[in-house]
């Protein structure tokens, strides 16, 4: 079955640690976004890549680092910059960018103390 | 400013009444619209999509959803509401040359047996 992979489902990191969320696609889609999800904000586009080896940032991409150097991966990385890096994040593709429906993956809870 | 607003952070109703989930979206042309749903701890799926012709959008589980460019509203209903359907539901529209969805902040739907 086609979809979207998200590992693990719930990451505990301490204060001042990097971690790597993981993302993987078989759908053979182009597109892939990284999402971060707070109770009552919605949804809020971190990073995007249209492209193997590109990405652009999203609209808090600020603590956050990304790569996409196979078109089925593309990893997340929190940095010890991020300010509040508690949160649900979630990864989508969709076949182009632009205006076309995303998928999404099942999500991380990452919890940092 | 483009945006897309949720009026009601929270419906509750009875198992078998209607549901009608409002969306108002702010923007200069047509947008591509999208309603998603999310169980609690899991993914976004993909309801139904509008992105042109006729106004009035089937989807899956029952859902369709009304374009009403006058009123610039994209409301999701539904004839008679299941228990399964207790979730939070997420509007989102693309606009011309963008290359990412605008989410709501979601409205979170209760079922009373």
């Known amino acids: 079955d086609g979809g979207i992979t998200q590992s693990p489902k719930y990451l505990f990191r301490k204060e001042g640690q990097n971690v790597t969320l993981s993302c993987e696609q078989n759908?053979?889609?182009?597109?892939m976004y990284w999402y971060r999800q707070d109770p009552g904000q919605g949804l809020r586009l971190i990073y995007y890549s249209q492209i193997v080896n590109d990405f652009q940032k999203g609209d808090i991409a600020e603590g956050y680092s990304v790569s996409r150097e196979k078109k089925e991966s593309f990893p997340l990385t929190v940095t010890s910059a991020q300010k509040n890096p508690t949160a649900f994040y979630l990864c989508?593709?969709?076949?182009?960018?632009?205006?076309?429906?995303?998928?999404f993956g099942p999500g991380t809870r990452l919890t940092v103390t | 400013a483009q945006s897309v607003t949720q009026p009601d952070i929270h419906i509750t109703v009875s198992e078998g009444a209607s549901l009608e989930l409002r969306c108002n979206y702010s923007?200069?042309?047509?947008?591509?619209l999208f309603w998603y749903v999310q169980s609690p701890g899991q993914g976004l799926q993909l309801l139904l999509k509008y992105f042109s012709g006729d106004t009035l959008v089937q989807g899956i589980k029952g859902f369709e959803a009304e374009f009403k460019r006058s009123q610039s509203s994209f409301n999701l209903r539904k004839p008679s509401v299941h228990w399964s359907d207790a979730a939070e539901y997420f509007c989102?529209?693309?606009?011309?040359?963008?290359?990412?969805?605008?989410f709501g902040k979601g409205t979170k739907l209760s079922v009373i047996p």
């Open positions: 923007y200069g042309a047509t947008p591509y």
């Open positions: 759908l053979n889609h182009d597109a």
């Open positions: 989102a529209f693309a606009g011309a040359g963008s290359y990412q969805l605008t």
């Open positions: 989508a593709s969709s076949i182009f960018p632009g205006r076309y429906e995303q998928y």
